[in-house]
């Protein structure tokens, strides 16, 4: 059964950073490809990036390019989401996602089998 559990989630003042982490457990990792989400009060659940566990091909929304870099510790089994110069509209819940699909789009939520519980993100003054 996989299971992936974030944290590193907190309150921090816009311009600040935080690093999130996703450890992932139960699963052949090297052939998942692994995203982050984030979901905000009223909203729909967002992409936030994405990274094939094996090759380390990279995307990322918009709205954090520049700011947030994903990256993984193969050797660990975790996913880190770092997240510099962070804004008021970046607060919601931040959560970690795997896919196994051969049809996988990074941004894509429904292409993502398995979920963590997720991580509040709040960034104000």
């Known amino acids: 059964q996989v299971q992936l559990v974030e944290s590193g989630g907190g309150l921090v003042q816009p311009g600040g950073s935080l690093r999130l982490s996703c450890a992932a457990s139960?699963?052949?990792?090297?052939?998942?490809?692994m995203g982050w989400f984030r979901q905000a009060p009223g909203k729909e659940r967002e992409f936030v990036a994405a990274?094939?566990?094996?090759?380390?091909?990279?995307n990322y929304a918009d709205s954090v390019k520049g700011r947030f870099t994903i990256s993984s510790d193969n050797a660990k089994n975790t996913m880190y989401l770092q997240m510099n110069s962070l804004k008021p509209e970046d607060t919601a819940v931040y959560s970690c996602?795997?896919?196994?699909?051969?049809?996988?789009?990074?941004?894509?939520?429904?292409?993502?089998?398995?979920w963590g519980q997720g991580t509040q993100v709040t960034v104000s003054s």
């Open positions: 139960g699963g052949t990792f090297s052939r998942y490809r």
């Open positions: 996602a795997a896919s196994t699909a051969t049809y996988w789009r990074a941004y894509d939520k429904s292409t993502y089998h398995y």
């Open positions: 990274i094939s566990w094996s090759g380390g091909n990279t």
